[in-house]
């Protein structure tokens, strides 16, 4: 039994935190025999004897079989289906006077919105628009402009650090294109570069809506569909990157995913002292942020929802399973089966108990067979 105490604290322990949920099946169903062992619902005798046949008359109403069959324990967390970590794209001053609607595809030349009627166009790169680029600048930068417009199928310059006069005359073309006043030169906002391409998330300002400097006017988010949820760090390696799981979506359908981020986040300092000096959080309260990408997409309107995310975390092939509520609590310690004879009669016969999952247990013992029919709770 103290094994099982040990467990069933833990399982209390992790009740208690409201900030995630995680569900341990072998620990859950160990914590309802305990319950039922030492309550004793009526079906739950204790037995002084585990081969002393019994009276016909008070064999169980209920029984189930001895089956051999593989058994899985998982492990499941709860997160949120999404689009990953969305990226703010700011405003500089002005009226907003057009707005990529949501869930549109943002790529290299897509327009996110126009301030004044001056268009704001995403661009692909790592390098963020730090300064407004015209003829004489030269940089990294200037490279990643270049690239870019050669991309979108502008020619006559070179793609490289230095913005000419021909790499001027191929801004200006583009301009004319995309409805920009013809200036052949590039300012601070007038592109935003991402990483990659995305596509467009919630959307923060209303056509009309005067904006200010560095206020968000929409966001842009990953293509994929992601299951984002926090683990505790004992966890992170059954969620590495790479591993594969099971999103259960509601409704119960599932989806195959691929955990593609874990990463640790250590938790904000508890409040200061006196002084003012903060005391470091403990390791204990780190958690790990994990994105779990879908492998094909779902619903849409599915966006938003709670997910849970189940991994396997061991399994046992070709071994004796009944159901959890076959298991009986003996006097002496330890659980047996009540085995139903061809005749009615019964006997307990003492098992010893293997991986927990689903309901279902793995057991073990001289006597027990598949194909056996034993009782369970339930009359």
Do not use: C, K
């Not at 000096?277 to 599915?302: H, K, R």
């Amino acid at each position: 039994m103290t094994a099982t105490l040990d467990h069933q604290d833990d399982l209390d322990a992790e009740l208690d935190r409201p900030r995630r949920r995680r569900t341990r099946l072998l620990w859950l169903t160990l914590g309802v025999i305990g319950v039922a062992g030492a309550g004793g619902a009526y079906w739950y005798t204790t037995q002084d004897d585990g081969g002393r046949p019994a009276d016909a008359a008070t064999g169980p109403a209920a029984t189930a079989e001895v089956v051999r069959d593989t058994i899985a324990a998982t492990e499941t967390w709860s997160g949120t289906l999404g689009h990953g970590d969305a990226l703010g794209i700011p405003a500089a001053q002005g009226t907003l006077t057009r707005v990529a609607a949501a869930d549109t595809e943002v790529t290299r030349g897509t327009e996110l919105f126009r301030l004044d009627e001056r268009p704001v166009t995403a661009l692909l790169g790592v390098i963020p628009m730090y300064r407004d680029l015209g003829p004489g600048d030269e940089g990294i930068d200037v490279e990643q402009l270049e690239a870019n417009l050669a991309a979108l199928g502008y020619t006559g310059f070179t793609a490289d650090d230095e913005y000419t006069d021909n790499t001027a005359e191929a801004v200006e073309e583009w301009q004319e294109d995309i409805g920009a006043d013809e200036t052949g030169t590039v300012g601070r906002s007038d592109v935003v570069f991402l990483p990659e391409g995305g596509r467009v998330g919630t959307v923060h300002a209303a056509v009309g809506s005067t904006v200010t400097p560095g206020s968000p006017v929409l966001e842009v988010t990953g293509t994929d569909q992601v299951a984002t949820l926090e683990v505790d760090v004992a966890d992170r390696d059954l969620l590495a990157v790479g591993t594969a799981v099971t999103v259960v979506l509601p409704g119960g359908a599932e989806a195959a995913g691929t955990v593609t981020a874990a990463t640790v986040v250590e938790a904000p300092p508890a409040g200061g002292g006196a002084a003012g000096e903060e005391e470091a959080a403990s390791a204990e309260d780190a958690v790990v942020e994990v994105e779990v990408t879908l492998a094909d997409p779902v619903d849409p309107a599915l966006v938003g929802s709670p997910v849970d995310v189940v991994r396997p975390v061991d399994e046992r092939a070709d071994v004796l399973v009944v159901p959890v509520t076959a298991l009986l609590a003996m006097s002496g310690g330890g659980y047996g089966l009540e085995v139903v004879a061809g005749d009615g009669t019964t006997s307990v016969v003492p098992v010893e108990l293997g991986l927990f999952a689903d309901g279902r247990v793995e057991v073990t013992g001289d006597g027990i067979a598949e194909g056996d029919v034993v009782g369970v709770a339930g009359r």
